[in-house]
């Protein structure tokens, strides 16, 4: 089993920065990534971003790439989300999810085994 823990959402006016944190704990040598979801209100949840833990490799939705950085210390099994330029159209519940398969379609929530309790982020025009 892993655990998820996630901080640092909160609210921020458009053009300003926040960055998410998910800590893991438990069995982390079996995952394969990790990645952030977003879910706005009547909304389907999205896949944000991912980062392949045993490398480095990433991968982002169009609407956050230049914006939107992911990134890992493996010594502290954390994941980051750097979220810069933010739009009011990135108000969601943030997810931190991970994934103990190896695969593809990084974006689809039904790939991933654990889930954090989610961040709000919350960004007003």
């Known amino acids: 089993q892993v655990q998820l823990v996630e901080s640092g959402g909160g609210s921020v006016e458009a053009g300003g920065s926040l960055r998410l944190s998910c800590t893991a704990s438990?069995?982390?040598?079996?995952?394969?990534?990790m990645g952030w979801f977003r879910q706005a209100p009547g909304k389907e949840r999205e896949g944000v971003a991912a980062i392949y833990t045993r490398g480095d490799s990433k991968d982002y939705v169009d609407s956050v790439k230049g914006r939107f950085t992911i990134s890992q210390d493996k010594f502290k099994n954390t994941v980051y989300l750097q979220m810069n330029s933010l739009k009011p159209e990135d108000t969601a519940m943030y997810y931190c999810a991970a994934r103990r398969t190896y695969g593809t379609r990084w974006y689809e929530p039904d790939r991933y085994n654990y889930w954090g309790q989610g961040t709000q982020v919350t960004v007003s025009s």
């Open positions: 438990g069995y982390t040598s079996s995952l394969y990534y």
